[in-house]
């Protein structure tokens, strides 16, 4: 992998961390990609379950039952031939990706001025906090407010990670990229294996929570932080930014204070002026259009079509194939987000444009119903995986490699709202597309 003579690539003044310090960033970023994402990728793999969980003609729970609705309640009846929920699994999606959203278009501008390691406390309490809602909750919109606390964990974690990745070198965005698909898989796997063996939903999703814990000991004990990484100290007037040899300054007394710090004593994001980091937006363009486009195109399929992509006469029941789409589909996101060691594809468009004729075709088959059995969907959805995650982790590399050593913080942090434009539009679309089908 290209090294350059730059804070991104040799983040330490004495020279290149030794190989342990590098295996140890590389895997603590692994697993602040899986963690990061494990609450993000249950929730919608529990999206069929979150809207069954409660009878929607009966808004109201006896409290002399039950402390909570099952979610495995029955559904309502429909006449629809696709066996609908009445709410659409992308009203799951769009819950579990607005938050994100925002967090990515506002904070990008400010979040320099919050310390990494507030933002990994933030993150972890949003995350266990959405595990509890969605497990007690006794009715759905509680669910939907779980799954919020998870999107904006998740966002929060997705761009202050990638930001952090600048003071590292770059091959922890390859650890990152393949945490975020170990954690579809992961979280796929165990959701569907907790529940085929027959734990409700929320046993399985309380379970969940070892997630939230193991994101703080990743940062805090796993990354080895180089002396560039601003931390937080309390001062008189409240925190105060330090470096790594500014912290042996003030352990040392005063006869170290004349020496020479490495460092500035702001993050690089606050060397940019607005209209600097407007007119860098701008050239994101070319790499935010694509990741826009293959999210939308994908999550169209998963959460507008896959529900409604059911084979009657296969073993698997209908909310069984469901939790398999997602497995699947997860499992070509962790293979082609691992790949970057081994190939790099620089034509990122033609991967989005070759996922936009996945979602046609399998709309195609929503309407026309051609595909013989469940195993060709199987196949179709690993590949949609692939062409997803190959876009993300190239897009971001490619950021990282091309941007200024001064620009590219922001840059990676800002880039992030390409995926989450994408999920949420996907998110809206699925609605009427739900509603079409299912009034047939």
Same mark, same amino acid.
């Given at each position: 992998?290209?090294?350059?003579?730059?804070?991104?690539?040799? /983040?330490?003044?004495? %020279?290149?961390?030794?190989?342990?310090?590098?295996?140890?960033?590389? =895997?603590?970023?692994?697993?602040?990609?899986?963690?990061?994402?494990?609450?993000?990728?249950?929730?919608?793999?529990?999206?069929?379950?979150?809207?069954?969980?409660?009878? /929607?003609?009966?808004?109201?729970?006896?409290?002399?039952?039950?402390?909570?609705?099952?979610? &495995?309640?029955?559904?309502?009846?429909?006449?629809?031939?696709?066996?609908?929920?009445?709410?659409?699994?992308?009203?799951?999606?769009?819950?579990?990706? #607005?938050?994100?959203?925002?967090?990515?278009?506002?904070?990008?501008?400010?979040?320099?001025?919050? /310390?990494?390691?507030?933002?990994?406390?933030?993150?972890?309490?949003?995350?266990?906090?959405?595990?509890?809602? =969605?497990?007690?909750?006794?009715?759905?919109?509680?669910?939907?407010?779980?799954?919020?606390?998870?999107?904006?964990?998740? $966002?929060?974690?997705?761009?202050?990670?990638?930001?952090?990745?600048?003071?590292?070198?770059?091959? =922890?965005?390859? %650890?990152?990229?393949? $945490?975020?698909?170990? +954690? %579809?898989?992961?979280? !796929?796997?165990?959701?569907?294996?907790?529940?085929? +063996?027959?734990?409700?939903?929320?046993?399985?999703? @309380?379970?969940?929570?070892? +997630? /939230?814990?193991?994101?703080?000991?990743?940062?805090?004990?796993?990354?080895?932080?180089?002396?560039?990484?601003?931390?937080?100290?309390?001062?008189?007037?409240?925190?105060?930014?330090? $470096?790594?040899?500014?912290? &042996?300054?003030?352990?040392?007394?005063?006869?170290?204070?004349? &020496?020479?710090?490495? !460092?500035?004593?702001?993050?690089?994001?606050?060397?940019?002026?607005?209209?600097?980091?407007?007119?860098?937006?701008?050239?994101?363009?070319?790499?935010?259009?694509?990741?826009? #486009?293959?999210?939308?195109?994908?999550?169209?399929?998963?959460?507008?079509?896959?529900?409604?992509?059911?084979?009657?006469?296969?073993?698997?029941?209908?909310?069984?194939?469901?939790?398999?789409?997602?497995?699947?589909?997860?499992? $070509?996101?962790?293979?082609?987000?691992?790949? #970057?060691?081994?190939?790099?594809?620089?034509?990122?468009?033609?991967?989005?444009?070759?996922?936009?004729?996945?979602?046609?075709? #399998? @709309?195609?088959?929503?309407?026309?119903?051609? @595909?013989?059995?469940?195993?060709?969907?199987?196949?179709?959805?690993?590949?949609?995986?692939?062409?997803?995650?190959?876009?993300?982790?190239?897009?971001?590399?490619?950021?990282?490699?091309?941007?200024?050593?001064?620009?590219?913080?922001?840059?990676?942090?800002?880039?992030?709202?390409?995926?989450?434009?994408?999920?949420?539009? !996907?998110?809206?679309?699925?609605?009427?597309?739900?509603?079409?089908?299912?009034?047939?």
């Amino acid at each position: 992998m290209e090294r350059t003579a730059s804070l991104n690539a040799d /983040p330490l003044p004495s %020279g290149a961390p030794d190989r342990v310090t590098q295996w140890r960033n590389w =895997v603590g970023f692994w697993l602040l990609g899986l963690c990061n994402n494990f609450a993000y990728v249950v929730m919608l793999s529990a999206a069929h379950d979150i809207l069954k969980k409660q009878d /929607p003609g009966n808004a109201t729970v006896s409290s002399s039952s039950t402390p909570a609705v099952d979610f &495995q309640a029955v559904n309502s009846s429909n006449s629809s031939r696709y066996d609908c929920n009445p709410v659409t699994t992308g009203a799951v999606l769009l819950a579990d990706i #607005l938050p994100s959203f925002s967090i990515k278009l506002i904070c990008p501008f400010m979040i320099h001025k919050v /310390p990494y390691g507030i933002r990994v406390l933030l993150c972890t309490v949003a995350t266990a906090a959405s595990f509890l809602l =969605v497990s007690f909750s006794s009715a759905v919109w509680m669910s939907i407010l779980g799954v919020s606390f998870a999107s904006f964990g998740s $966002g929060l974690g997705e761009l202050s990670f990638l930001s952090l990745s600048t003071y590292f070198s770059r091959d =922890v965005l390859g %650890g990152w990229s393949s $945490g975020t698909g170990g +954690a %579809g898989v992961a979280g !796929a796997v165990l959701y569907s294996v907790f529940t085929q +063996a027959g734990l409700s939903p929320r046993v399985s999703l @309380l379970l969940m929570l070892f +997630a /939230p814990m193991a994101l703080l000991l990743s940062y805090f004990l796993v990354l080895v932080p180089p002396p560039s990484l601003h931390q937080w100290t309390v001062g008189h007037m409240g925190y105060e930014a330090v $470096g790594s040899d500014d912290r &042996q300054h003030l352990l040392g007394g005063a006869e170290n204070e004349e &020496q020479d710090k490495t !460092a500035t004593d702001t993050p690089i994001g606050d060397r940019l002026t607005l209209t600097e980091k407007l007119h860098t937006l701008k050239g994101l363009l070319r790499f935010m259009f694509p990741l826009t #486009l293959v999210y939308l195109a994908e999550y169209f399929i998963n959460q507008g079509l896959m529900e409604l992509l059911y084979f009657p006469r296969f073993f698997l029941s209908h909310a069984e194939q469901y939790r398999w789409y997602q497995m699947l589909y997860q499992i $070509g996101v962790f293979v082609s987000r691992s790949s #970057l060691c081994c190939v790099k594809i620089r034509k990122v468009l033609l991967l989005s444009l070759l996922q936009v004729v996945n979602a046609v075709v #399998l @709309l195609s088959a929503v309407q026309y119903q051609f @595909l013989p059995n469940a195993w060709v969907l199987f196949a179709i959805i690993f590949y949609e995986g692939l062409l997803g995650g190959a876009t993300y982790v190239n897009v971001f590399y490619f950021i990282s490699k091309e941007s200024e050593d001064r620009r590219r913080e922001f840059s990676l942090a800002a880039a992030s709202v390409g995926d989450s434009l994408g999920i949420a539009l !996907a998110g809206l679309a699925s609605f009427p597309v739900h509603r079409y089908f299912c009034s047939l």
